[in-house]
């Protein structure tokens, strides 16, 4: 079954420092979104993106973020200048359509610690 | 926001037994998803319904959909430990392409 693949799994990253997490999303998907998950907190929607640009965010997703699909291919989210409270899982997800079955198939999550 | 919220926050069961997991929304949507979630790993999608319908299968899942009180239910029936899990609800509503997501039931099934 296709799955969507994230790198790395776990990230430590001093305070201030730029990340990239990466994702591969499932290759006949056209919608494509990053999802974050604070420890004990609800997963929280940070921003959609579709025909290469990006199509809705949260207030969450401020300057400090960006997304690129470089190749075709990876779809990654950038935080340039990390603060303690971006300590989280980030969840990557591609969907085929953006309302109906079969849903989002998200990744397994990059564990991101903020020190 | 289209904020689910499920309730129980915790249930613990036998295993054989059936499990039902609630969910509320404050706005008008467009489907609402059901997702679960493994200890430290993804969500996996475990069904979608529409607004215009009001309950739907899948396998030992059943789905209900009240728009009139926004509210959902889950049904997990015949419930095997390997269903110990995270249970979400998730909303989505019309043009939107983001999902907002409840607090979750945690599932304890016991063997």
């Known amino acids: 079954e296709p799955e969507v693949t994230q790198t790395p799994s776990h990230q430590v990253t001093q305070m201030g420092q730029e990340v990239i997490l990466r994702c591969v999303p499932i290759?006949?998907?056209?919608?494509f979104y990053w999802y974050r998950q604070i420890l004990g907190q609800k997963v929280e929607f940070l921003v959609s993106?579709?025909?290469?640009?990006?199509?809705?965010k949260s207030e969450i997703f401020d300057d400090q973020f960006s997304v690129e699909r470089p190749d075709g291919s990876n779809f990654t989210l950038k935080i340039r200048s990390t603060k303690l409270e971006d300590s989280a899982m980030y969840f990557c997800?591609?969907?085929?359509?953006?309302?109906?079955?079969?849903?989002?198939?998200f990744g397994s999550g990059t564990r991101l610690t903020v020190v | 926001s289209q904020q689910g919220e499920e309730d129980p926050q915790a249930l613990s069961i036998q295993e054989g037994e059936n499990a039902t997991m609630n969910c509320s929304y404050k706005?008008?949507?467009?489907?609402l998803q059901w997702y679960r979630q493994n200890s430290g790993r993804g969500l996996v999608h475990l069904i979608l319904?529409?607004?215009?319908?009001r309950e739907k299968h899948s396998g030992r899942l059943r789905v209900t959909l009240d728009t009139s009180k926004k509210s959902s239910s889950l049904l997990i029936t015949a419930s095997r430990a390997a269903d110990t899990a995270s249970y979400f609800c998730?909303?989505?509503?019309?043009?939107?392409?983001?999902?907002?997501f409840g607090k979750g039931t945690k599932l304890s099934v016991i063997p």
């Open positions: 706005t008008s949507i467009n489907n």
């Open positions: 997800a591609s969907s085929n359509t953006r309302q109906e079955e079969p849903g989002y198939t």
């Open positions: 993106f579709y025909n290469n640009e990006i199509s809705e």
């Open positions: 290759s006949n998907h056209l919608y």
């Open positions: 319904i529409r607004s215009n319908e």
């Open positions: 998730a909303t989505s509503g019309a043009g939107s392409y983001q999902l907002t």
